[in-house]
């Protein structure tokens, strides 16, 4: 995978990736590494001129590199939906308080009675609420829900945890 550093100075992702192969040069006594291509990052098969030169154990670890790097980008995504899930419902709160009619109102009943289950079945019960009612300052408003996640330094740790491990796929060697 091609890296580059940007104006901060922090390494980036490329756009490309660099298939190479390890070969013996005998005029130099020496093993060198040999570009066979490049191909875009998010390809999901090799073009066929590339094809034909890679050996059969070359296209496997490709496949290989291909299917950990689809893992990871939906392991990803998956963090990311729950990292704004509630951000979400606050917006969808202040739309409707602003006055906003849902197009579907009871798919959105749906999606949370959904989300409650998931939630239970993932170990992770709805919290018990304490005896007789609750006092205004107990209850979440909109704006809680709204507020920017990024300032969890937890969840920002994650983030860039996540950036580190796409950074480090398994490298195409030949």
Same mark, same amino acid.
Do not use: C
């Given at each position: 995978?091609?890296?580059?550093?940007?104006?901060?100075?922090?390494? *980036?992702?490329?756009?490309?990736?660099?298939?190479?192969?390890?070969?013996?040069?005998?005029?130099?006594?020496?093993?060198?590494?040999?570009?066979?291509?490049?191909?875009?990052?998010?390809?999901?098969?090799?073009?066929?001129?590339?094809?034909?030169?890679?050996?059969?154990?070359?296209?496997?670890?490709?496949?290989?590199?291909?299917?950990?790097?689809?893992?990871?980008?939906?392991?990803?995504?998956?963090?990311?939906?729950?990292?704004?899930?509630?951000?979400?419902?606050?917006?969808?709160?202040?739309?409707?308080?602003?006055?906003?009619?849902? !197009?579907?109102?009871? *798919?959105?009943?749906?999606?949370?009675? !959904?989300?409650?289950?998931?939630?239970?079945?993932?170990?992770?019960?709805?919290?018990?609420?304490?005896?007789?009612?609750?006092?205004?300052?107990?209850?979440?408003?909109?704006?809680?829900? !709204?507020?920017?996640?990024?300032?969890?330094?937890?969840?920002?740790?994650?983030?860039?945890?996540?950036?580190?491990?796409?950074?480090?796929?398994?490298?195409?060697?030949?």
């Amino acid at each position: 995978m091609q890296t580059y550093r940007d104006k901060s100075g922090n390494t *980036r992702l490329g756009k490309s990736i660099s298939l190479l192969r390890y070969a013996y040069d005998r005029v130099k006594k020496r093993s060198g590494q040999v570009v066979l291509g490049t191909v875009d990052y998010w390809a999901k098969a090799l073009p066929s001129e590339l094809e034909s030169i890679l050996t059969d154990a070359e296209r496997e670890e490709f496949t290989e590199w291909m299917t950990e790097r689809d893992r990871q980008l939906g392991e990803y995504k998956q963090k990311n939906h729950l990292l704004h899930a509630a951000e979400h419902m606050g917006w969808a709160a202040k739309a409707l308080a602003a006055g906003v009619e849902p !197009v579907r109102p009871e *798919r959105i009943w749906d999606a949370l009675d !959904v989300l409650a289950k998931a939630l239970e079945k993932a170990g992770h019960p709805r919290p018990s609420r304490a005896r007789g009612r609750p006092s205004k300052s107990e209850t979440p408003t909109p704006d809680d829900l !709204v507020a920017n996640p990024y300032d969890d330094p937890m969840l920002a740790g994650e983030q860039e945890e996540m950036y580190e491990r796409m950074a480090a796929l398994p490298k195409f060697n030949g």
